[in-house]
């Protein structure tokens, strides 16, 4: 049976994260009622992201450019890398404008359940991007390796979900990085700002018992 036009954007809208039938049948009506203001802008949106977002080759960020702008921007440390899971992660902590280094996204997180191994990850990408940068680079005659300045300090921040799936994630990549001169950290896990001891889980209190810092 065909299926008609109506149907076919309900049934492409209830595949959006978050959404089911209902809200698809909600929002393909708010669509239509506003078919000049927003249906057809958000089409053309739509199309113009698929044809020009493209993942930085470096590091897996999104951005119309390859290099990414965040890559790109020398104003950046690039002796520092923070390992997230997603792009959206990579927004999380560039909103709080407390990090300049650069990101390294994973696309996800190994996952035994899931079926995801190290090779659906940009974990490879990661290792030839260490190697890189902290192999010796010779600096060429008359000119200077970017890199070379970076081999002293240089630093790996795992900021991954402090989830079963994270964690052995954050594991895996601090094993296969082992063997760079690097200094590998994660984000603290403890009691969040304005949390309340009687209010936090077990695991929570002991993870911030264990990592509790010098005040
Ligand atoms: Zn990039």
Known sequence: MNEGPLDHLIRML????????????????????RRETLMQPLARAMERGASE????????????????GICRDHGRDSAKICIVAQVSDVWAVERTGAFRGRY????????????????????????RRMEALCAPVAVPAGGFAEEEKVQQNFEVILALPATVDGQSTAHYV???????????????????????????????????LNSRSAA
């Open 14 to 33: 209830a595949g959006l994260p978050g959404l089911g039938n209902r809200s698809a049948r909600r929002i393909a009506l708010h669509l239509l009622e």
């Open 53 to 68: 977002i493209c993942a930085c080759e470096a590091c897996g960020n999104l951005d119309s450019i390859s290099p990414c």
């Open 104 to 127: 390294h996204v994973l696309g996800g997180l190994l996952s035994a359940l899931d079926g995801v191994g190290p090779e659906e990850l940009r974990i490879d990408l990661l290792l």
């Open 174 to 208: 601090c094993d296969r990085l082992r063997k760079y001169p690097l200094k590998i950290s994660r984000l603290a896990h403890g009691v969040p700002v304005g949390g309340e001891l009687d209010y936090l889980d077990d695991g929570t209190i002991v993870t911030a």
